[in-house]
Nanobody, 126 residues
Framework: QVQVVESGGGLVQSGGSLTLSCVASTPGLTVAFYSVAWFRQAPAKEREAVSCMSASDDWRYYADAVKGRFTMSRDSAKNTVYLHMNNLKPEDTAVYYC?????????????????WGQGTQVTVSS
């Protein structure tokens, strides 16, 4: 069973920054073999894809709403994937989820990912 745990959410003012972490806590699992994506869900809205990264880190994709402000990175030594969020806006307020799948290529489709974290709340005040 793959365990994925997000952390790093919180309350921040508009224009501020946060970095979310996604840790694969399953013993023996290395995120280096997994494509990873971040999704978010705001109250009364459907879940939407934010960004994704291939297992080899050579391909990343960002939703238009966050392009230029959010960046994904991976530290395989720490078994952790990060979502660096800059210039945050109130419309970025949502629960953010990390999702992983053992496949080389990444997608922005939620059903392509088998392993999900419990989510971390990000609140941006105006």
């Amino acid at each position: 069973q793959v365990q994925v745990v997000e952390s790093g959410g919180g309350l921040v003012q508009s224009g501020g920054s946060l970095t979310l972490s996604c840790v694969a806590s399953t013993p023996g699992l290395t995120v280096a073999f997994y494509s990873v994506a971040w999704f978010r869900q705001a109250p009364a809205k459907e879940r939407e894809a934010v960004s994704c990264m291939s297992a080899s880190d050579d391909w990343r994709y960002y939703a238009d709403a966050v392009k230029g402000r959010f960046t994904m990175s991976r530290d395989s030594a720490k078994n952790t994937v990060y979502l660096h969020m800059n210039n945050l806006k109130p419309e970025d307020t949502a629960v953010y989820y990390c999702a992983a799948e053992r496949r080389p290529d990444a997608t922005m489709i939620a059903t392509d990912y088998s392993y999900w974290g419990q989510g971390t709340q990000v609140t941006v005040s105006s």
